[in-house]
């Protein structure tokens, strides 16, 4: 069982919303309330990249520069989750999101490797 799990993938059309979530599953015994969290995404034959993090407060947020704007971080520590609020989609954000938790509980990184705890991501296909 992985540590983190993804929900709120799907199919949208450009200009279109969605809403991302990732949960701890109990399987680390970690709720990660102190944990930096972030979001990656990688689509088809491309590195993984950072598109969001935010600290274990929340205060804290770093975005990847192709964001512009568009997508919103958040958390909520009593429910043990993460979101990530995508508006204005594009195409070119068709990738597989995935949730993850850093080892760091302030400092927001953006490389993968700062990372140590996975979800097993959920589908993202913006599309007319």
């Known amino acids: 069982q992985v540590p983190l799990v993804e929900s709120g993938g799907g199919l949208v059309q450009p200009g279109g919303s969605l809403t991302l979530s990732c949960t701890a599953s109990?399987?680390?015994?970690?709720?990660?309330?102190?944990?930096?969290m972030g979001w990656f995404r990688q689509a088809p034959g491309r590195e993984r990249e950072f598109v969001a993090g935010?600290?274990?407060?929340?205060?804290?947020?770093l975005y990847g520069d192709f964001v512009e704007g568009r997508f919103t971080i958040s958390r909520d520590n009593e429910k043990n989750m993460v979101f990530l609020q995508m508006n204005s989609l594009k195409p070119e954000d068709t990738a597989l999101y995935f949730c993850a938790a850093s080892y760091y509980s302030d400092h927001v990184p953006q490389r993968r490797n700062e990372y140590t705890y996975w979800g097993q991501g959920t589908q993202v296909t913006v599309t007319s």
């Open positions: 935010l600290n274990w407060s929340g205060i804290w947020t």
């Open positions: 109990g399987a680390s015994g970690n709720t990660f309330r102190d944990n930096t």
